[in-house]
């Protein structure tokens, strides 16, 4: 029999990855040339959206989704308000909140419809969803939307690997 940590141990880890690889992984992206230098700002935002939802496909690909998702979940989103707070504003938390609201429900819902397609669909899909978000009211750039899908892909298989396997898994991100 398998044994789990509990939820939030299991949501706090998930938190210490995102906090850890998150910023890396965006100093990466706004390096590669692929952010219009007059969209880094919504571009960063968007980018904040798109990362805890691939660390939440990485947690229900490491357990499927299970009772204490939920709870894992709530813990993994307390966990990364914590920081955000403790780092100080970029936004407030407030309008962070609602555009990750806004966000969830909409990647959730493309997510959805493109199930059949694959993994690697579904991250495109977003990834091109967060650059339109990033450069509206501008057509967004093909190079960030593939940047965009490639991270996506990466840090929720890395975020899976992590919670199924024990390790930090920031560094393979």
Known sequence: MTTHPEPAAHGRRLAA???AAEPRLWRDLAESGAVPADREREARAEW????LDA?????VAAGDFRDRTAEEVDEFHAAVLEDWAARGPVDS???????LTARYEE????ARGLEAAGASRVSATLGETAATHACAPAAAPAALASVFAAMHESLAEGAAT???D???GAQDA
């Open 17 to 19: 990855f995102f906090v």
């Open 166 to 168: 024990g390790t930090d």
């Open 162 to 164: 992590m919670l199924r």
């Open 55 to 59: 660390c939440l496909r990485g947690l």
């Open 93 to 99: 938390l407030a309008a962070r909140r609602e555009r």
């Open 48 to 51: 904040e959206c798109l990362a």
């Open 107 to 110: 990647y959730g819902r493309l």
